[in-house]
């Protein structure tokens, strides 16, 4: 079970990079022209600046993961009755059938999840006004770390399944698993911003990936279930 929860989230983090694209796109976009020229001209100088920004925001990741993890495992610990641990993961199966619909444009209801974020990006955002332009890999990383915090259906459904991980630690994982699975994508997208935004764009690409994560979801509840009747 431990093992799947991480390859899980590792995959959701690759199919949900569709949804990633199209949300942080701007960012990206922003964090790219706003590099030195000379370094915009040069793959390999912009990358470590890439790879910088992505490494803060899944360090942010981590962290709140780590959180949620230990307050799941303090909850079942406080519990008299053992249904609470196959609650939580019954929660974190009907997040991801959620979040598959909401990959897939058929039910924006993960929104209103999204928008209890607000209230804290908010206060977050001003920072990284303050960090333009990057000139440091230091700053790109510290950006990163703040850029972790923006409001994300994606990222609060997979809070959900740190929350059923069983500990600190295993929280932290699935959401470095997760972080992990979405790297590829925003990596690519630091170099070929347009290109990876109208693929973000296309709807069979995003009904695809929206399935195959309600696929995941459903099995997730299938494991709580079966773990449940033994």
Known sequence: MTESIYLTALIVGLLGGVHCLGMCGGVVGALTFNLKP????SWWRMLPYQVSYNLGRISSYVLIGALFGFLGSSLVSLATFLPLQQTLQVVAGVFMVVLGLYLGGW???LVV?????????KRLAPLTQKMMPI???GQ?????MVWGWLPCGLVYSMLIM?????GALEGG?????FGLGTLPNLLLMGTFVFFFTRLARNNLVRKVAGGLVM?????QLYLAYSVQVA
């Open 38 to 41: 000379e370094v915009q001209l």
């Open 107 to 109: 039910w924006n209801g």
């Open 113 to 121: 999840i999204e928008k209890s974020g607000q209230g804290i990006w």
């Open 135 to 137: 000139r440091t890999i």
């Open 140 to 144: 790109a990383w510290l950006y990163g």
């Open 162 to 166: 740190a929350l059923s991980a069983g």
């Open 173 to 177: 994982l699935v959401m470095l698993a």
């Open 215 to 219: 696929v995941m979801g459903f099995g």
